[in-house]
């Protein structure tokens, strides 16, 4: 008598995930490997770089980003779905849906990132109104990379000032 062997199959094709992804660049692809909340910010990234494409603004750098982003999601879709299938044939995960969650970047009780997201809000509210220009904005927003690096830096200092 001849028996049988069964042999598991991974929950996900990397084939699949990528022709989703190259076919649907609006997060289909991170939603086929059951990343949903990724999935979601893929779409606002992606509905957000094909409006800035409308206005001709900033051109060719906008056209440059949302090429690389289309390429990006699709290798980032058939990676997670060979990440998934190696997890799932070492035993370490089940075919379980498992709910995702938002990472704390920031510890509680800080108020760097709202204080330069309100300051950032307040600019882009200016320039809406017209009391300052656009151009001026975008011919500032380095300024914005250099506070966070401030910042960053600063953290590093303190963090290690409190284990010494």
């Known amino acids: 008598m001849e028996e049988k062997v069964i042999v598991k199959r991974p929950p996900k094709s990397p ?8 076919f649907f660049p609006f997060g289909i692809g991170p939603i086929y490997n059951r990343q949903v909340m990724k999935g979601l910010i893929f779409l606002i ?13 900033g051109q060719p750098f ?8 289309y390429i990006y999601q699709i290798i980032d879709a058939v990676q997670t779905s060979r990440s998934i299938n190696r997890r799932f044939l070492l035993g370490e995960e089940e075919e379980v849906e498992e709910a995702e969650e938002f990472p704390q970047v920031v510890k509680a009780g800080s108020i760097f990132w709202g204080t330069v997201l309100i300051a950032l809000g307040g600019i882009l509210l200016l320039a809406n109104f017209e009391v300052m220009s656009y151009d001026t904005v975008i011919d500032f927003w380095p300024v914005l990379v250099i506070v966070i690096g401030l ?4 953290d590093y200092f303190s963090k290690n000032k409190k284990e010494s």
């Open 151 to 154: 910042k960053l830096i600063a």
């Open 62 to 69: 906008l056209g440059i980003l949302l090429g690389g982003f």
């Open 45 to 57: 990234v992606f509905a957000g770089l094909v409006t800035m494409q409308t206005t001709g603004e």
């Open 15 to 22: 084939f699949l995930a990528g022709v989703l992804s190259f």
